[in-house]
């Protein structure tokens, strides 16, 4: 018999997800486990997405925000208020595996802090879904368990509830926080384990305008990263005469990867290769418009009393991934 006892808190940020929130709310309802959880929505949307989780799933405990929250934020405003001993984090744009809830708790019962697990593709009979799959989940379909690993997403990772109580919470940006977060983690000794027994299937963008929308936003915020955060890469930075270079570097990074884990994916990468240069041409550009962007940020800190850098960004709230 269970124990009454909320055990894992389960935490779903969203934002005009109405779509495809139905498909994630119910996979996460149908958990398999050995404890009791609860679900935590939290909506910052303009339309009608927070009435339709209330009146379709009144069990989920829901948080309206008036205005827009990055997911970061959204995350945090659950944080504050889970009564789990373990927060899991996916997407509203995911499925979770039946079991995916109990694999990531009972990795946490052997003592890892931070868990993460496998993501699959959810749009297999798309091109353009699986080009955009390939290029941002290559580090994480792995099928064999490890404790090495760089980094997590927040599609699909759990942590042990003291890791905010010690590190604190979330960045407030666009994109990346989740990575930022754990490679702060990591920075710090937490021990990591990959357990490719949490599955979720990942509902990739499949429209080319958004793909190619998606990956400039991540060149620009790559570039902003990398000097603030001290990252590898950062040579790209600081020798803008090597951007060009960046589609062949991130392409052949990405193939070792897939022909390391899952060989069918690399071949299936090497098909789409054309399509994925084109997107990575995209970051790429992304990326230089970033690079530019620190060069002017620079220049305005560099002014006498502005505090560097670093208080530039603070002071603008520039916080892009």
């Known amino acids: 018999m269970k124990s009454s006892a909320i055990i894992a808190s389960v935490i779903l940020p969203s934002y005009r997800q109405k779509a495809v929130i139905c ?12 404890f009791v959880f609860e679900v935590i929505v939290v909506d910052s949307s303009d339309d009608d997405t927070a009435e339709l989780v209330r009146q379709r799933f009144p069990q989920v405990k829901l948080i309206e925000l008036k205005q827009r929250a990055f997911p970061g934020t959204a995350r945090n405003e659950a944080i504050r208020i889970a009564q789990g001993r373990f927060f899991a984090f996916t997407d509203t744009d995911c499925v979770v595996d039946k079991k995916w809830l109990q694999h990531l708790v009972e990795t946490h019962r052997r ?14 009979y798309s091109l353009a879904g699986t080009c955009d799959y390939l290029l941002e989940f290559s580090n994480f379909i792995a099928t064999r368990p490890t404790e090495n690993k760089s980094h997590f997403g927040t599609c699909n990772v759990s942590f042990d509830k003291d890791i905010f109580q010690e590190y604190g919470f979330f960045a407030d940006q666009v994109k990346g926080s989740d990575s930022m977060y754990t490679r702060l983690l990591r920075s ?32 620009y915020g790559a570039a902003i990263n990398r000097q603030r955060y001290n990252l590898a890469g950062k040579e790209f930075v600081r020798y803008p005469i090597l951007i060009p270079l960046l589609p062949l570097s991130k392409f052949s990074a990405i193939s070792f990867r897939l022909l390391k884990y899952r060989f069918v994916d690399f071949v299936k990468f090497l098909v789409l290769s054309p399509l994925a240069l084109s997107v990575l041409s995209v970051y790429t550009v992304g990326f230089a418009r970033g690079r530019k962007y620190i060069v002017e940020a620079e220049k305005k800190a560099a002014i006498p009393g502005r505090g560097g850098i670093a208080a530039f960004f603070k002071r603008r709230d520039v916080n892009p991934d």
Do not use: C, M
């Open 23 to 34: 498909d994630a709310l119910e996979s996460i309802l149908q958990q398999e486990t050995d």
């Open 111 to 124: 003592g890892y802090r931070v868990v993460g697990g496998l993501v699959r593709n959810g749009t297999p």
């Open 188 to 219: 710090h000794g937490e021990k990591f384990y990959y357990q490719p027994s949490a599955v979720i299937w990942h509902h990739n963008r499949t429209r080319l305008k958004n793909i190619f929308q998606n990956q400039y936003d991540l060149g």
